[in-house]
């Protein structure tokens, strides 16, 4: 019976000090000193003969905390012990202690030396309370009355434990034990007093199975011993003269006269006995253990007083295991035996093998594993009775235990194994089994299923309503959502699956929006159903959820045959179909346009509904919007035949005539291409890898294709291009031919590598510089170059001149310039009139998949349909399927190496990020501005949506970026300096030191002013870039080759790229930026073909601050587009709101 002292400091101990706690009050070790209204002090034996004093101050329960303290070791460490529960345990039972406040209470310490007792305490009545108590729902030990200190620590040391089964201890020898140390000098009163005994009779267990209690009485002989038992009538009423305060306890916690059980009945024979109440369980076995007066006998024959009194084993409950392992050739072994596991385990959580578990605390929880020959008796209401103590049982294992009593260890075909498994996993209460690890099976969550919704006209109905059923589709196993079974049989891949409740969980919520209900019908049977209206939405939306929906009885239609076919035209492929539903045709516009729309149903001509199969939604999405309609069909350009093949590829059913194949194989043979030799006036010797490329060039311009070669960083792409342009020029040409001259668009920042990489590789070719100012002048030179090097902002001004003009090759370097297809650059480039077009990249792919389709409208126009990539990949850029068949069909298009792949040689690059912790005014200014931020995004994210609050968030979290950084970014005037610089100064010293050369990288020029003035009173000689350079190369250069100029401040959007600097093996990132890709480019700058030593990358980040959200969000969001070409998504574009609160916490 727990009181207002345990129950209200209940969750301060952990669950294993509370049992512990509960051991040690029955084991006599505990006194109760001296117990007054104000608090009460305690003393508590140790194992080793030491003294614990323990202390409670009562009065301080009106602030929330119980003031008390015990000078044991564990309270010591910070943890509330067994011996301060067994004193609370103790004072609840003994004493009414009052308490102020209400509500839980923690446990803080207080000082024993100062504690206040004051007047003594009132001590409750010996009566215990008939009702179930706060600790019968949580399962804590007996409510019973403690005997005095010295009868308690005789019982302890009498009372056998479960290892010590040879002790043979008569219960007439220890009543005899028990009344000499309680009574030394007994008065004749006390002597002739009757003690109660309680027993199991097994003779019982064959009219009942339920356990039922007898109860003996035994009387003192004229020299103090004990006589014989004589049984009594159990009526509470008739034995309240004969009972102490624990007998009284015992009746309390039971149920009197052998209550009427309607499932069984209640023969005569044993309506004189106690019967356990099922919930309180453990505290009736602690009360009844704890007496020592309570044993069990075979029979009525057998005299009680030679049954010594049993034990309780307190540890959790038992449970059936089947242990499954090898056996002779082709067998296996079924043993069961008991475990025991937590309480809150279920049915199926035990599967590991091994030796036999050894319990945590081995003085109060026996072994782990047991054999069923051990049992005595079980109990359907979970009690298990053995030779010397009595247990818990999981009360569901109880008939199966019976079973497998009478079954024994039994031998399995091991082919009939996963039969076996599968059948047990699905029974009503499946019991759990451990397999062997060398049976080679396995257990994982399964993958997530999908959800069938089953739709049927119900027999008698009006035909308003459809009778629903769901089930979860686990591969090729249906579970109906009502089944209990946990666990089902992977027998192709011979593996145990949990059923994935999270996934199915999700699964439902899509349900929700629906209005089903419940119908009875016959004797307590019942369905959902819904009325039929909902069907169509139905459909829709579960769809597009991982569900399927089958439905009979209405008038949809449903899909027959579909057949594809392509035939091949001078300059196109057109894509014709025959479609059935049920004997009416439809043409594959018409299907592909009601896919488009988002349709899940076509209009029939005969007026009805066709009802689309998810099969062929799925299979015919990216054939949706990807050509042009003609007639009855859909046309595709010939540069689109790859794709077209690859959309088809998906298809069943599909009759490709001989030009289509043709021409599909010649395009799909690209791999056989062989290394082209370096053109003869080339300066220098190309890497084979260059050669390829140079091959390759000449594989899409035999076909009369645009490509994108999208080579890393560092490994010579320019080259590359040069020397195909070096092979232009000396070429033979035809009869007819002009030579025609070819334009290379660059950034800005890249003019003068290009022009120096030229005259470096490819000195015959005529370069044209055809930039700035004075461009104009040069206009008529065009025609007579053979390279002209623009940037894209002259090409977008000069486009209506450039237009006109014929090019042999335009070629475009870092063509992520012209991601955005709606920009005047990306128009302008389209606008050029070249026979071949090449792209350069290293990241094609920066922000989404759109980049991709902008970057082909260039190169081939018309090649990925028109507007946007999502019809090629179904509207989910994370669809794996489309990514995969998009890759496919351009993969011959795009060329892409990394270094790991052709330079073997280049040193190893490491990647590291160096934390830095903020000063407390750095982290003041730091905090009002998040502060303030956050509180003004969130009402304008309320007022305006995160769509369109992405400017003001861009402002905030660029501040709040600068305020890492330093806080000389925010506040000019301040003289707060930022923790960053303080950290790359103190790494640069040792740097430096060893004669190192570092190149420093931010997207804020301002910081690197910061960082120039500290290197400068550092006196350390730098070089400095940023967009407003005029000497890019001079800079480069005096970096690359003076000794005593080992630092190079550069501009993260200006040095990004195009910048050889392999002088540097040392590369550090001041701020994080939104695009990996980009920070990747830089560190690539010294981490590239001519490098000889090991590059380190730094980046570093401020802690506490929204740069380590930014790394984490990167490292969340890194998921776009490996399928087609490495790259990462622009976290900027994808913010959430969750993201956006993340950022802000």
Request: proline share 5%; with cysteine.
């Amino acid at each position: 019976m727990e009181s207002l002292l345990a129950q209200r400091t209940h969750d301060a101990f952990s669950p294993g000090d509370r049992r512990r706690g509960e051991a040690y009050r029955h084991s006599g070790n505990l006194a109760l000193e001296q117990v007054g209204l104000y608090g009460a002090w305690a003393t508590a034996s140790g194992s080793n003969g030491e003294t614990y004093e323990l202390g409670i101050d009562f009065r301080s329960a009106e602030t929330g905390y119980l003031e008390a303290s015990c000078d044991c070791a564990r309270f010591s460490d910070g943890i509330n012990c067994k011996h301060l529960w067994a004193m609370l345990r103790e004072l609840d039972l003994q004493f009414e202690v009052p308490l102020l406040g209400e509500g839980s209470l923690d446990i803080d310490w207080c000082e024993i030396e100062t504690l206040e007792i004051g007047p003594p305490a009132n001590r409750r009545s010996s009566q215990p309370s008939r009702g179930r108590t706060a600790s019968a729902s949580r399962g804590d030990s007996n409510q019973s009355n403690t005997p005095t200190l010295a009868a308690n620590k005789l019982i302890h040391q009498l009372t056998p434990r479960p290892q010590a089964r040879n002790t043979r201890l008569t219960w007439k020898s220890l009543m005899n034990s028990i009344q000499a140390v309680e009574s030394p000098q007994p008065s004749a009163a006390v002597t002739q007093r009757p003690h109660l005994q309680y027993a199991l009779c097994l003779a019982d267990l064959e009219l009942d199975p339920f356990f039922r209690l007898r109860v003996y009485m035994s009387h003192r002989n004229s020299i103090g011993e004990w006589g014989a038992p004589v049984r009594l009538d159990a009526n509470k009423q008739s034995m309240s003269n004969l009972c102490d305060d624990t007998d009284r306890r015992i009746l309390a916690l039971m149920e009197a006269d052998g209550a009427y059980d309607p499932r069984y009945g209640n023969p005569p024979q044993i309506l004189n006995t106690l019967a356990f109440r099922p919930q309180l369980l453990r505290d009736t076995l602690t009360s009844l253990c704890a007496s020592g007066r309570f044993g069990w006998m075979a029979a009525d024959r057998r005299p009680l007083h030679e049954n010594r009194p049993i034990a309780f084993d307190a540890g959790p409950a038992w449970r059936l295991d089947l242990h499954i392992h090898p056996a002779e050739e082709g067998q296996v072994n079924l043993s069961p035996r008991l475990i025991r596991a937590p309480d809150a385990a279920t049915a199926q959580e035990a599967r590991v093998a091994g030796p036999q578990a050894e319990a945590k605390d081995n003085e109060e929880t026996p072994a782990a594993i047991c054999d069923l020959d051990q049992l005595v008796a079980i109990c359907p209401t979970g009690i298990a009775l053995f030779q010397d103590r009595i247990s818990l049982l999981r009360a569901e294992d109880y008939e199966w235990i019976k079973i497998w009593q009478q079954q024994g260890e039994t031998c399995l075909p091991a082919e009939n194994l996963g039969g076996f498994l599968a059948r047990l996993m699905q029974s009503d209460s499946p019991v759990s089994f451990t397999l062997d690890p060398s049976l080679g099976i396995v257990e994982e969550i399964a993958a997530p299923p999908r959800g069938k919704l089953k739709l049927a006209t119900p027999a008698h109905s009006t035909g308003l309503e459809l009778s629903a059923t769901i089930s979860m589709q686990y591969g090729e196993q249906e579970i109906l959502l009502t089944d209990t079974s946990t666990h089902l049989w992977d027998e192709s891949q011979r593996k145990i699956l949990s059923r994935n409740r999270e996934a199915e969980s999700q699964l439902l919520i899509p349900l929700q929006k629906f209005p089903f209900r419940d119908y009875t019908y016959g004797y307590q049977q019942s369905e959902m159903r819904i009325n039929h209206q909902w069907l169509g939405e139905l459909v829709r939306d579960l769809n597009d959820h991982h569900w399927d929906v089958l439905a009979d009885g209405l008038r949809y239609r449903s899909a027959g045959s579909f057949d594809l076919q392509v035939t091949s035209g001078q300059d196109w492929f057109d894509l014709e179909a025959n479609i059935d539903f049920d004997g009416v045709q439809v043409t594959l516009p018409e299907l592909l346009s009601a896919i488009k729309r988002g349709d899940r149903y076509i209009r029939l001509g005969d007026g009805t509904q066709g009802l689309c199969p998810e099969e062929w939604l799925k299979r015919l999405q990216g054939l949706s919007g990807t050509g042009e309609v003609s007639g009855n069909s859909v046309r595709y350009r010939r540069n689109q035949g790859l794709l077209l093949d690859a959309l088809l590829q998906e298809q069943e059913n599909v009759i490709r005539d001989r030009g289509f194949t043709t021409w599909c194989n010649k395009l799909n043979d690209f791999k056989g291409i062989q290394p082209a030799k370096q053109p003869r006036s080339f300066q220098g010797d190309m890497r084979d890898y260059q050669k390829d490329g140079l091959a390759w060039f000449g594989f899409l311009r035999k076909f009369g294709f645009g490509g994108c070669l999208a080579d890393d960083m560092g490994l010579g792409k320019t080259i590359q291009v040069l020397a195909l342009l070096l092979t232009r020029r000396q070429r033979r040409l035809k009869e007819g031919e002009t030579r025609k001259p070819s334009i290379v668009v660059v950034p800005k920042s890249l003019v003068f590598n290009w022009i120096s990489e030229a005259a470096k590789f490819a000195p015959k070719l005529k370069v044209l510089d055809y930039t700035g100012l004075d461009r104009a002048q040069h206009a008529d030179s065009i025609l007579d170059a053979d390279l002209v090097v623009t940037t894209y902002g002259t090409l977008r001004n000069d486009i209506p001149r450039l237009r006109d003009l014929e090019f042999d090759y335009a070629i475009l370097d870092e063509a992520q310039a012209i991601k955005n297809p709606a920009a005047q650059a990306t128009k302008a480039a389209r606008l050029l009139n070249a026979e071949h077009r090449i792209a350069m990249s290293g990241t094609p792919i920066e922000n989404q998949l759109g980049d991709l389709w902008s970057l082909f409208d260039f190169i081939n126009p018309g090649m990925l349909g028109h507007g946007k990539m999502g019809n090629l990949t179904a509207g989910r850029e994370g669809n794996g399927d489309r990514l995969q068949l998009l890759s496919k069909a351009l993969k011959p298009f795009i060329l892409r190496r990394t270094k790991e792949q052709v330079l073997s040689e280049l040193p190893e690059k490491t990647e590291q990020t160096l934390y830095c912790e903020m000063s407390a005014q750095q982290r003041k200014l730091y905090g009002e501005l998040r502060d303030h931020y956050r509180t003004h995004l969130s009402s304008k994210v309320q007022e305006l949506g995160i769509k369109r609050s992405k400017i003001h968030v861009l402002e905030a979290l660029l501040r709040l970026r600068q305020a890492a950084c330093d806080p000389r970014l925010i506040h000019p005037k301040k003289s707060v300096q930022g923790a960053k610089i303080h950290t790359l100064v103190e790494h640069l010293t040792e740097v430096l030191q060893e004669n190192h050369k570092a190149i420093v990288f931010s997207q804020f020029t301002s910081l690197l002013a910061l960082v120039k003035k500290e290197f400068d009173a550092q006196g350390w000689k730098y070089e400095y870039l940023d967009g407003k350079t005029t000497r890019r190369q001079a800079c480069v250069e005096r970096f690359q080759e003076q000794a005593d100029c080992q630092l190079f401040l550069i501009s993260l959007k200006a040095g990004g790229h195009g910048l050889n600097l392999t002088a540097a093996d040392y590369v550090y990132i001041l701020d994080p930026w939104w695009n990996p890709a980009v920070e990747a480019q830089a560190i690539d700058r010294a981490h590239r073909m001519g490098q000889v030593k090991p590059v380190m990358a730094y980046r570093i980040i401020c802690r506490e601050t929204v740069e380590e959200k930014i790394v984490d969000l990167q490292k969340s969001k890194r998921d776009l587009a490996d399928a087609i070409i490495s790259a990462d998504k622009s976290l900027i574009s994808q913010l959430s709101l969750e993201d956006l609160q993340a950022l802000f916490a």
